[in-house]
Each structure stands twice: as C-alpha cells, then as structure tokens.
C-alpha cells in the first residue's frame, strides 16, 4: 500500500508529483505530503485526507523546486494524521518516503532515541530517515549511508531519500515493495508504478529485489543487493496512457466494466489460432511443465481467490486432475502437502499482493515449477515465475476489481486448455470452447445492454444492511464474487452461499429485509437451484434472480427476474459476473459512497 513518487528534472518538479500521488491515490488515500529541495533547504508540506488536500495547500503555499519526493498514504504505523503523513525527516537534513513495512522499527527507535535523535510521528518509516542522517553525519556518502541504513531493515520497502547537501540527486531502494524508475530525457523519475509517471514518460527500468539506484537529470547507476553496478533495462509501456483517464465515464469501475467486451478480445489476442490454444503463449518453458503436471495448487487473495474457486471447478472437470484453492495468507502460514507433481498458479491483478508473493516465494523450491496469471507486466509476481501469462486487461483503477476479475477467468480457461491437453481434452472439445470463447467480447457488449434495468432494480437495495447471494456450481464463487463487490464499494453486510448450503443456517436469517441475488443460468443445476429458491420464497425472502432463457423462474410478487441471453454452459461464470458488478456498482452510487476509493481499503495490498 502507500504511493510514491519522486522526481530530479531541471524544471519545476512539484506539479508532477501531485499528478503521479493522483495516480497513486487508489494505493492508499489518509493522507499525502511532499519534500522539496529549494535553497539549500528541504521544505515539507503534508495534509491528512486526500490528495487534493495536499493540492490545495500547495496552491496556496507553494512549495519549488527541481528535486523532491511525495507520498500518499495507507495507514499500518499510527493513525492517519498530518504528523504520520511522509515525508519523514530527519533534523531538516534528510527526507524519505517509505512503501512497506519495517520489521524491527521499534528496536531501531530505541537505538536512535538513545542515540539522540527525536521522533515526531508514530510511523516506522521514520527510523529510516535518522538512520540515514547518522551514517552521513558519521561522514559516509548518501549512497554508503542508504546502503547500510538498509542493511538494518527487516521488513518490506521501496524507498525515496533526498538530502540537503545533495540538491542534484534523489536515491531510491526496494526490497519486497514495488519500484519503478521513469526514464525522462533530462530528468528522471521513480514511482510505485508506471501510471503515476505516464504523463512524462513512457520509458521504465524495473528494479529487483535489494538494488539501490542513485537518478540525476543526466543519469540513472544502479547497485545490486552485493553493492555491485548493474545495468537493469529499459523497456516501454505497453498501454496507451489514456487507459488510465475516467473519459466520460463517473467512476473508474464504471468505465472499467463497459471495457470488459474489449477486455475479452485482449487477452485471447495472440494466444489462440483458429481454434487451437497456442502453448506458446505461456513461454517457453510452459509446454514440458504443463507436461509433467498431476495436480494444480493454486493461491490468491480477494477477488483473485474467486477467479482461482472457478478454475477449479474446470480444471477437475475438464482435465481430471486435482486442483486445491487456497487464500494466499492462510496458505502461506501452515504447512502445506505438494505432492510431486504439483504446479502453483498465483492470481493477482497486481502482481505485488503481499501474501500471494510470499506464498510463492514459501514453496516455489518444492513445487514442479510456477504460473503466474497477472495483469501487470513486470511486476513481482511476474518475474518471480518460471511462467507468466498476462491478462491483458489494461490498468484498473477502481479498488474494487471487475474487468481484471474477468479477464483472469479467461486466461484461467486458457490455462486449463493447456493442462487439457496431456490430460484428455480431445482436440474437438478445444476447437469448441475456443470456439464459446471467441463469443464472449459480443456476449458481454449485450450483458451491457441490460444495465437500465440493473439500474432499477439497485433502488431494492439502497435501504437494506445485508444481503444473501446465492450460486450452484462453477457459479458458487460468481456468487462470492457478487457478495464482495456490494460490501467493498456499498458498504452493506452480504454473504455468499453455496445454494445447497441454505437450509444449513443462513435460511434462520432470510426474511422480508433481506434480499437474496441468485445467479441462476439453465444448466444442469436449475432444477436444485429452483427448489431452494422455494426456501427463500416460503420465508418471504425477497429474490432478485438473474435468470437464463428458461421460462419456469418468473417474475411475480417478491421474485424479479433479469433474464441473461442463451450462452454455452462454460461462458456462464464470467457473463453472470458482469450484471453482479453493475449491481453493486448503482447501489453505491444510490448510497453516495465513495465508489472508485471506498473507505478503509486499497488496490494493491503490498503489506501483510
Ligand atoms: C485488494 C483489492 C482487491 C484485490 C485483492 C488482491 O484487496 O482491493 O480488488 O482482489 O487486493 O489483489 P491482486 O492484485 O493480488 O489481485
């Protein structure tokens, strides 16, 4: 979580840092600040709250310069507050802005305190800054004085530093947190991703795992972990900047839910040929893994997790072999069986979700080999991979993820072609779900079509604190994925159940004041599905269904139906997912919450 980004040019450089914090802000949004050398001194402003906040300030009280760094923050380490906002200083010589979380803080806090120096916020990061400024007080250079600050860290960080007799350099370090450097002509930049910088540049260098880089307006060294110079590359952004703009769109996630038609056709770009899967899509090395494959694990967080509960009613399905699902953050902490054989596919949108990197980094050694299905290219999670296939799906904005969710639904179909293949799935089989798949971009555009009516039905929803979702099958995680859109960006209470499991509890909590959403497509499971739609109605729970063609769910008193287009059984999960999103979607734009930054969360949870 936390966004940043700094800046050495040779003009003005505190306008591109509020738009690269403004790009950022979807990492993390309590409070933001800013550092600037002008001088001979290094000036700081901070507000709590967003970052306009910030922006107002700086209109009325500028802050110049040519060289700075910024922050906008997602609290772990003392409450969001102007004194806990970044930068952090130390005695007015040394600024830093911190993404991650430092282990051993406390230790070092006492070991500087005794050392002479004075804190003034809660924050972990702030150590860093004084250890900093005690190695060149001790007379090291910036660079030896980042270096062995950091070589005291535990923990997680990408790093800015500026300091006061250094107006012509801004050093940066990661380890564990995501870091880019921007590549200007003249100037040069860095950031926690790539948006934050797409309005100067297009020309990255990702850093790995504990390089230090020192960026003047001419040129950009980088150290590896050993303290030896490296070259690290430099490569373009692959999507056009204007993907990251809201267009005409009201919110982010609304323009990200009406790119999922064109989202399909992405992520099938390139890797389909007639129909046959090309293998090659995966890399390389991708066909003698997929080769000697006998089971999946595969591990995610959040709306990632769905998408992976879907693959693994396909791949036992489909392929035959056994698939386990397991959330990145309780996979990680137990001692988890791999029988020989195993792959691990990690699910992530970002690439950088805590959790699911360090589930991969836990088992990777005791695993057959690691897929990566990730929307971000260079990220950690995709270099940290034997195997990546990119979903496609351009940069998403909005917290709550949508056109990622479905766009991992089709590289996981994708995958599972791949797996099918030494597993059983005849070539007619392939050629006919490539042939489904091919109709996914024209399926969605019509799902499109039946948002007015989707609009309507949120008014239902707008006064009730909680909510009952309800899917059978490959449908059951469509469900979960329904439930935690409306509570991320709605705020209302809902839960999802396998429909099967309704007489089983949640049934004791169905009555007038809760609505229960099914996705309820006609495939082999309606009959099941219907008669526990029975259940809800003998209670006078109300239903709102999303239906297919079959004629037997109508509407009448306390049942609304939204009647979904024929579609073939395996397009069911990602088509039903998409009046889910808008659902919710118009909920909370009825509810007036904050829908692109809904309260307390972030995208990119790069922190435990
Ligand atoms: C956060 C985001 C979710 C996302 C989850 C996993 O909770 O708010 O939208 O699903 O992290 O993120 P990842 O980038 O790994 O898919």
New binding site residues.
Partial sequence: MCGIVGAVAARQVSGILLEGLRRLEYRGYDSAGMALWDNGEIHRLRRAGKVQALADAQAEQPLNGTLGIAHTRWATHGRPSERNAHPHMSANRVAVVHNGIIENFELLREELIAAGYNFDSDTDTEVVAHLIDREVQSGATLLDALRKAMSRLEGAFALGVIQIDHPDRLLAARKGSPLVIGVGIGEHFIASDQLALLPVTDRFMFLEDGDIARLTVDQVEVWDRDGQPVERSVSRFEHGSGSAEKGNFKHFMLKEIYEQPAVMRSVMEGRISGERLLEQAFGNDACSLFDRTRQVQIV??????HAGVVAKYWIESLVGIPCMVEVASEFRYRPVVLPEGTLLIT???????AD?LAALRDVRERVLGTLAI???PGSS?VRESDITLMTNAGPEIG???TK??TS?LVALMLTTLALGRRNGILSETEAQIIAALKQLPDLLQQLLALDPEIEQMSSAFAEKHHALFLGRGALYPIALEGALKLK?ISYIHAEAYPAGELKHGPLALVDKDMPVVTVAPSNDMLDKLKANLQEVRARGGELFVFAGQDQSIKPEAGVSVIRLPAMPVLLEPIAYTLPLQLLSYHVAVLKGTDVDQPRN?????TVE
């Fill in positions: 995610a967080c959040g709306t990632s997790y699910l992530s949108q970002s690439g950088e979700t699911t990730c929307n971000v999670l917290v709550a993820s990622a969710f991992q991320e969360l972030a995208k990119s949870v």
